[in-house]
């Protein structure tokens, strides 16, 4: 497991939240976010290329802000960051960035 955070925007606002059991292969993004109300997001992308990584999240079961992302590798000597989007099914659409260790 990798260590992390992530930072989105929404509603004109930036929240970062630390990641949980993060992991990170050429073909394979997973992370889990523990939000503010006690609530869970689960990321699970897949690349070809092992650069941009589309997937979804998922809040816990019973929730309807799920969504997908599409998201960009830049590997560096500290880590991997990841940038793109967000888009919730039906509704808004925002800015991400994860750094994972």
């Known amino acids: 497991m990798r260590s992390g955070w992530s930072l989105y925007h929404y509603e004109q606002q930036w ?3 630390e990641l949980a059991d993060a992991q990170l292969s050429d073909s394979r993004l997973t992370f889990d976010i523990n ?5 869970v997001v689960t990321v699970t992308a897949i690349s070809t290329d092992g650069m ?12 309807y802000s799920n969504g997908e992302v599409c998201l960009e ?4 000597p500290a880590g991997d960051v990841l ?8 509704g808004p659409t925002g800015d991400w960035i994860i750094k994972l260790n």
């Open 15 to 17: 929240y970062r939240h």
């Open 83 to 90: 940038v793109g989007e967000w888009r919730e099914a039906g």
């Open 35 to 39: 939000v503010e109300d006690g609530d």
């Open 73 to 76: 590798r830049y590997k560096g």
């Open 52 to 63: 941009t990584y589309k997937g979804d999240y998922r809040y816990r079961e019973g929730s």
